[in-house]
């Protein structure tokens, strides 16, 4: 993905190159912390189990807001 940004940087608007900057950074440090909540705690439903439920509704509303925002961004140009 850095590569693709870095070929792509001089034709991507500087908004859409921050949120694609964001969802490299921020997309895997979820995953990652949903991943461990699972394999410590397992499929009990407490809390924490929630809070990676949640965790993960984030990061799919986000992609998809994204997305939107992107299809937008790129059709008013």
Known sequence: ???W???RKNTLNNAVLLIYILQGVLSP???LVSGIILI???WR???LL????FLLLL???YLSFKDIMINIIQRIR
Not at 50 to 53: A, D
């Open 1 to 3: 993905m850095i590569g």
């Open 5 to 7: 940004i870095i070929s």
């Open 29 to 31: 440090v979820l995953l």
């Open 40 to 42: 410590l705690q397992g």
């Open 45 to 47: 439903l407490d809390p």
């Open 50 to 53: 929630q809070f990676q439920q």
């Open 59 to 61: 990061l799919i509303i």
